[in-house]
């Protein structure tokens, strides 16, 4: 009797769409993220390139991931809305000539959710990954400078490799960040995960059903995710476990 | 500390890969800062005004939309004050038990030691929704709904505050300090109170910010305890203005609302950028 809860919740086919939905977003914020943070990193700590106002980038980059979730949802939900003053602004500018309907149809309500996680978690892997970067040896640049090595190859070739470790962490992490992603979908779809519940993620589902009250679907759920990032966090340790620097 | 930029043959100069960082840097600062700005314009602007286009200039209603806000609906005041008391007492009582955890761990020896050291690691893994079904449940049973204590007291345990500040520890603490005030005569609480915590102060000050906007922002858990008008916290409140017939708002509120509850943040990010930006670096580099 106690296995019921399980059968139904994946008999039911919802826990998929929603699970593929929570995926196809992290994805969706997680590529632009890396790839971002890595090439700011990578500037940051680059000494020879000597960008000026590095502590005020960081500061603005960092600055997101401090707002609330939940305000942040909502200010996007007003200046995304039919009538909102994005879609005044495109048709001023005669980009469009009917307003874009962003939370009615699937890619943009997505790339809405992604925009404004990326948004607000790019700051953070940049300052993780330039920390990284900033303690690689020195004298592995200098070595690869004698060789006449070009800056392309020295990123690829010594940076990442020399990386992994907390590259590992990071999307690692993230990966654990995204199975969470709750407050951004929840304010800006209200609940409803819609266009049809393709912005629906796994802790939305989650909250339904703790909502209603419906604790034994809650907490089939809940022991999925907990698996779920059981096993995501044990590869995460075994990865800082191998980690030299480990303090 | 030269980099494997020196002395390049190939590739592009020095200069103009300054430009281009320069550029995306701007671009990015741009997508970074483009959101809030039009949100404290929009936030002077008039209902009216609103409806009838985009811009980037400032009105002059700001007074009026907030006089509207405070009669309005919404109980913005004891929202904010909610919050406070709750983000307040947690970032106090996290960042204390959790520096006297990591005393515990580095300054004793005690048997399993070795075990609870990667224990309280492993339960910083696991996301409070996922014990959240749990923990709604035993609040419901202890009859705390519409109280505080849920979203206070359990944040004295706190496994990532309790990380940092053990890291920090291991590298400012000395243990020949806690002997020489034992030596001394001082009591174990006597030394940790005022020898170890002011030591700690740089990472209790990052600690303390951190604890205190999560706990600012958390909307999940809170919604799951709060039902009462009076007793909701500022993320409830935005997530109740969303779930309004919102046609029906005069905008204006509806911006100054949000920047309202996002303000005081930004304030205090902008006074203490730089020690939180370098502690998050701090505490990341050794994980």
Sequence with gaps: ?247 | MSNGNNGLKKGLGIHARRVIAYIVLIVITFFCLFWFYILFINATRSNGELQSGFTLLPSTHAWDNWINLLHGTLPIWNGMLNSLIVAGCSAVLSVYFSTMTAYAIHAYDFRLKKYLYPFILMIMMIPTQVTALGFVNLVDTMGLEDSFIPLIVPTIAAPVTFFYMKQYMESTLPLALIEAARIDGSGEFHTFNSIVLPLMKPAIAVQAIFTFVSSWNNYFIPALILHEDKKKTLPILIAQLRAADWLKFDMGQVYMMIAFSIFPVIVVYLVLSRQIVQGVAVGSVKE
């Design chain 1, 1 to 247: 009797m106690g296995l019921e809860n399980y059968k139904s919740l994946f008999e039911g086919g919802d826990i998929w769409i929603y699970a593929k939905n929570t995926m196809v977003m992290w994805i969706m914020c997680f590529v632009p993220q890396i790839i971002l943070s890595l090439l700011l990193g990578a500037w940051f700590s680059d000494t020879r390139l000597r960008l000026r106002g590095a502590r005020f980038f960081k500061t603005v980059i960092y600055l997101p991931n401090l707002i609330m979730a939940s305000a942040f949802a909502m200010l996007f939900f007003t200046l995304f809305s039919d009538g909102g003053p994005i879609n005044s602004l495109l048709m001023q500018i005669g980009f469009i000539d009917t307003p874009y309907r962003f939370l009615s149809n699937t890619g943009s309500a997505r790339g809405l959710i992604a925009l404004m996680n990326c948004l607000m978690w790019f700051g953070n892997t940049t300052i993780l990954l330039m920390a990284g970067m900033m303690g690689i040896d020195t004298t592995l640049f200098e070595a690869a400078e004698v060789d006449g090595a070009t800056s392309t190859q020295v990123f690829f070739k010594i940076t990442l490799p020399l990386l992994r470790p907390i590259l590992l962490y990071v999307v690692i992490t993230s990966l654990i960040g995204g199975l969470q992603l709750f407050d951004v979908p929840q304010i800006l779809t209200n609940g409803t995960g819609d266009p049809m519940r393709s912005t629906m993620t796994l802790i939305m589902f989650l909250n339904k059903h703790l909502y209603s009250k419906n604790y034994g679907m809650a907490g089939a759920l809940s022991v999925v995710l907990f698996i779920m990032t059981g096993v995501l966090s044990l590869i995460v340790f075994k990865v800082s476990g191998n980690d030299k620097r480990k303090g």
